[in-house]
């Protein structure tokens, strides 16, 4: 029994920059995975979570993950997927995930709440337990609801931040989870390569198959083709090339920095023209400098050698990068991701903004957004500072 493990596709996302491209890239790399999933023949493809970047995806963004699935079950091959946080109403609404079981391309495994289920493949029976985003706070409880499959193969699915993985906001540990009841644990949620083995039993993250920001793009993108037919399980590794690469350069101070950065990067040599990082050096740099740095990116972006560029400098107090220049394809109308970064001009502020006005018609979700806003200290110190600098 051989499965294609794949996570956080995120189809409808256009990070950053909101361009028709980027949102074209997730598209592509999705087919990319659907052809190694045919090549190798697998028995199944198992999503573990995110596969919409929406909760509400537009027409285009259903006719391409149709399109795509639609070739897998075409190919004899089932897609059992479970729900990640974009991929959940934030109301009583229908989850876009039972939108492609209706149609038939797509198996939902759970949208809400623990499931298992046990599945009829070509090569035998597989038991899956299934578990969905839930919020970190409830995740010992829920997981409780959790039950073990009862047979030969076993596989867990599930959408959460694992404790090991040493970051804030974690769901449960792999003992919480009962790893090792399993023949392998599917994950998703985080963005980043990252295996580990709990009792034997294998447990990985395969990372999303784009990077939607700079804290995720130096890394290469995935997908894990699992082989369940002998009695040790083996996990492969099946490397993408149809993302979108970054170009980061850091501790920028002056162009002659900059240039030496992008020259060792080989643009010409990459499938499809980057994204560019810049981060400064300091606040402080020449204006003459500046406009060297400004000038060059422009002529990346002109010349069709980048797709888009964006230079941070280091905030005051050890904060989070501000954004200081970005640049879009000329034929590109001002964004609203753009117009939200120019006002505010703080990555945390302008994702809260963004994330607001996106779900400004949920009311429960608008009430957690508050929340949030509330209990972080620090983001509403600098909300607070951003009010006082627009009055002035």
Partial sequence: ?????????????????????????????FDEVVDVATRERVDAVIHAGDLFDSYR????????????????????????AVAGQHDQPKASALPPL???EEV?????????????????????ELGVAALPYVPPQV??????????????????????????????SAHLSLAELRASDYDYVALGDYHIRYETTYGGTPAIYPGSTEALDVLESGDERYVALVDLSKREVSVGWVKLTRFRRWVVAEGVRSYSDLA??????????????????????????????????????DNLVRSGRALLYRVHV??????????????????????????????VR??????????????????????????????DESLLAKLKSLVRGLAR
Wanted: charged letters at 25%.
């Fill in 1 to 29: 029994m051989l499965l294609l493990h794949v996570s956080d596709t995120h189809l409808g996302a256009s990070r950053p920059g909101r361009l028709r491209d980027r949102e074209m890239d997730f598209y592509e790399v």
């Fill in 57 to 80: 995806p537009s027409p285009q963004t259903y006719y391409h993950a149709y399109r795509s699935l639609r070739r897998l079950r075409e190919a004899g091959v089932p897609v059992l």
């Fill in 98 to 100: 039972r939108v492609l």
């Fill in 104 to 124: 038939g391309v797509l198996k939902v495994l759970a949208t809400d709440r623990p499931r298992t289920t046990v599945v009829n493949l070509r090569s035998g």
């Fill in 139 to 168: 995740a010992g409880e829920v997981v409780k609801e959790l039950r073990r499959p009862d047979t030969g193969r076993r596989v867990l699915v599930a959408h959460i931040l694992l404790k090991e993985l040493g970051i804030p």
């Fill in 260 to 297: 030496k950065a992008i020259g060792s990067a080989k643009l010409e040599g990459l499938q499809k023209p980057p994204i560019v990082y810049v981060e400064l050096a300091s606040r402080s740099i020449p204006q003459v400098e500046l406009r060297r740095i400004s000038d060059y990116l």
């Fill in 314 to 343: 280091p905030s005051v107090a050890g904060g989070p990068a501000e954004v200081v220049a970005e640049r879009l394809p000329a034929t590109q109308a001002p964004t609203l991701e753009q117009v939200v970064y120019r006002v």
């Fill in 346 to 375: 703080d990555p945390d502020l302008a994702k809260l903004a963004l994330s607001l006005i996106e779900g400004s018609e949920d009311s429960e979700f608008v009430k957690s957004v508050v929340g949030r806003l509330v209990e």
